[in-house]
């Protein structure tokens, strides 16, 4: 997925089980954040060292400790940094109102597709590398990791509602299992597209996905417009 400007980030409030931000905002610690999800997003947290951060945002050893505690620290604040780059990528798609929900999910999987092509299918999703990576992190990364996911779901859950309540859901579908199944899915999708290195994975889960949840009615009424 595309990665994100971390100077355009805000800080969150510290949630529980949620990953903590760290209060400063300043250029130092701006480009490490942004080395770090380079770096995450396409090597994983275990293969890379402070060193390599360093090296990449161009600034010294003490700039990092002074802004964060340790690695595990950091990579908390990663977490906190891509999950308000991605729900801000969702709440884009999914609220806008001139599309039907699912066409919203579409925008979303498009979206997410041209940026993971924007650095050639080899950055997949921080969340997802981690939670690939969980037996070799802190036991504190699972909360932070189970957090996102979950807010994620809830966003997603409420698009599902909506398609329901518009009739492009059949009405015995739970929005909130669906929600899950999605990103179950969806993640290992991005998985697939970046050990390939290509989109397919991604378009063939979107697609299959949606036609299998879509009510018959309603899709054709989408392909005769």
């Not at 089980?17 to 942004?34: H, Y």
């Not at 699912?102 to 999987?109: A, G, I, N, Q, S």
């Not at 779901?153 to 199944?181: N, S, Y």
């Amino acid at each position: 997925m595309t990665q994100p400007d971390p100077s355009q980030l805000p800080d969150k409030k510290p949630l529980r089980g949620r990953p903590r931000a760290a209060p400063d905002a300043s250029e130092a610690r701006r480009k490490l954040i942004r080395a770090g999800l380079e770096h995450l997003t396409e090597r994983g947290y275990s293969s890379v060292g402070v060193d390599q951060i360093l090296m990449a945002a161009r600034v010294p050893k003490g700039s990092f400790y002074h802004h964060f505690r340790n690695k595990a620290d950091f990579g908390l604040v990663l977490v906190g940094a891509y999950d308000t780059y991605l729900t801000t990528l969702l709440d884009r798609a999914f609220l806008d109102e001139g599309r039907k929900p699912l066409d919203r999910l579409r925008v979303f999987t498009q979206n997410a597709e041209d940026g993971m092509a924007r650095h050639g299918f080899r950055r997949g999703c921080l969340i997802g590398n981690l939670g690939q990576e969980m037996g070799a992190l802190p036991d504190e990364f699972r909360d932070a990791l189970t957090a996102v996911l979950q807010g994620w779901e809830l966003r997603t859950a409420r698009l599902f509602g909506m398609a329901q309540a518009q009739g492009q859901i059949a009405t015995h579908h739970c929005p909130a299992d669906l929600a899950e199944t999605f990103w179950i899915g969806w993640e290992g999708a991005v998985l697939r597209a970046k050990l390939e290195l290509r989109p397919d994975p991604l378009r063939r889960f979107a697609t299959t996905f949606i036609q299998l949840i879509e009510n018959k009615t309603s899709a054709m009424e989408r392909i005769s417009e």
